[in-house]
């Protein structure tokens, strides 16, 4: 990497090989991403708030894949009404898929999320169980605590317990729901505003991969049979991604399962990198491009306690 | 620390809900109740066994000398509220929302009320016939551009 390259350089040098368009996929990383936000119906009928909204904001469009999601020209709507009330909550639209594709496993359910803050995710799920069953939200950092603590009283959530605990050490706990949102190096986010502008080194990936692996396989631990782990990344790092997996289903008593989202485009897990050849069932995994959706990039797998 | 809270408690929050805001019991069947520091009143899921939680669910009352409701309570169960609300025009729900207090006429008994701006649930103030005593946290006061 020279000195001149930006990051965004950086990222189309070290991926657009794996993307299916590298000219598209180049051209994508440079446009600022739409702001999105989700309907939070603990709060209110769905329709009644758009057709609130609607009259501030005429750009507020349909997300085809998910039923509560919009888009926004504004940029600023943490500053409307209905930010202010709890009845929006402003989040990438990457993010809110973790939840989508067990949407058949959550309702009335026990789910840990074992990185929870600031909350977007644990705020989702608390939606989608309408505000029943029991979500355990933890984080290890007391500063990250605060952001999902302020989030979950705005949107009213009540079925959430939150802690504060390395999830390495986290009390063996039984549910039938895992997600683990794991800290990244957030490549994908490039497209945002405040995106992270950090030119990773080889060395952090391999970091942020040591770390992902143990939450992952403390998870895999405590998960008793027949429940769902749900893994997760905004990073285009195949280090952090397919390798983790990897190496979690060679070394954990896990299954890879299917993922679909009607209407949103995904493509399969990699199954080499560099000098490595991972398990042909990774391509279990999906990674969302940032060009097939216009979205950030995201990295998602499912698994099964066998 | 979160303990349960003890029966007669909870029935005084209760019967505060109805005399003071028209909510009807049922409404609270399904939630466990917790008392943590400085008297907050908790609603939320049950324990679990061996965690030591930040919060369980969400705090919804201070119990001092008497109950006193949160915004958190006020915009959950706004649509549950039948009396003691206070209906705001636009310039007053924009100064409500950065904090302010305000100098408004209503006929509603003084004490803890309502706010609500259409149909939107603002949060929690306190009336004494003359004066509207902004009761939201500063750290949810916010200048709103857009509503």
């Known amino acids: 990497m020279t000195k001149t390259q930006t990051v965004k350089e950086r990222i189309v040098e070290r991926y657009s090989r794996l993307s299916d368009d590298s000219r598209k996929f180049s051209n994508i990383i440079n446009k600022p991403l739409k702001q999105s936000f989700r309907v939070n119906i603990i709060k209110g009928e769905k329709e009644d708030i758009l057709r609130q909204m609607m009259l501030y904001d005429s750009s507020i469009k349909k997300v085809p894949w998910c039923e509560n999601a919009f888009e926004s020209d504004l940029t600023n709507l943490g500053s409307s009404i209905h930010h202010f009330s709890g009845q929006i909550y402003i989040q990438e639209l990457t993010s809110m898929i973790p939840p989508l594709i067990v949407r058949d496993l959550i309702k009335k359910n026990k789910i840990l999320d074992c990185c929870a803050a600031p909350g977007s995710k644990t705020t989702q799920i608390a ?3 309408e505000n029943k069953g029991h979500i355990i939200a933890n984080d290890a950092r007391h500063g990250r605590i605060k952001s999902l603590r302020g989030n979950l009283d705005r949107l009213g959530i009540t079925n959430t317990t939150v802690t504060l605990r390395d999830f390495k050490s986290f009390p063996n706990t039984k549910a039938d729901l895992y997600f683990v949102d794991a800290p990244c190096s957030s490549e994908g986010t490039i497209r945002k505003k405040n995106a992270v502008t950090r030119k990773w080194k080889d060395y952090d990936y391999e970091r942020f991969s040591r770390m992902q692996k143990g939450l992952l396989k403390k998870a895999c631990e405590m998960a008793p049979k027949g429940s769902t782990i749900v893994y997760s990344t905004c990073t285009f790092a195949p280090e952090e991604n397919e390798n983790v997996i990897n190496e979690i289903i060679n070394e954990e008593n896990v299954k890879l399962q299917n993922i679909n989202l009607n209407g949103l485009k995904m493509k399969k897990g990699i199954t080499s990198w560099k000098q490595n050849d991972y398990d042909k069932d990774v391509e279990k995994c999906r990674r969302i491009w940032p060009h097939h959706n216009n979205t950030d990039a995201f990295f998602l797998a499912r698994m099964e306690k066998c | 620390m979160l303990t349960t809270l003890d029966l ?21 069947d399904n939630y466990n109740w917790y008392i943590g520091s400085k008297n907050r009143i ?9 965690l030591i939680p930040e919060s369980i669910g ?3 009352f201070r119990l001092d000398r008497t109950p006193k409701p949160t915004t958190n309570f006020i915009q959950l169960f706004g649509k549950e509220i039948t009396k003691n609300i206070i209906n705001l025009d636009r310039d007053q729900t924009l100064d409500f929302c950065s904090g302010s207090d305000l100098k408004i006429t209503d006929s509603v008994e003084p004490g803890f009320v309502s706010i609500k701006y259409k149909n939107i649930s603002l949060g929690c103030g306190h009336w004494n016939g003359e004066t509207l005593k902004n009761q939201i946290p500063k750290s949810r006061f916010c200048k709103i551009n857009f509503l």
């Not at chain 2, 408690?9 to 409404?27: N, P, Q, S, T, V």
């Open chain 2, 8 to 28: 007669d408690k909870r029935a005084l929050i209760i019967d505060y809900c109805y005399e003071r805001f028209g909510i009807m019991e049922h409404i609270f």
């Open chain 1, 127 to 129: 939606d989608m169980m």
């Open chain 2, 42 to 50: 908790y609603i939320g899921p049950e324990e679990i066994e061996r």
């Open chain 2, 58 to 60: 969400l705090c919804i």
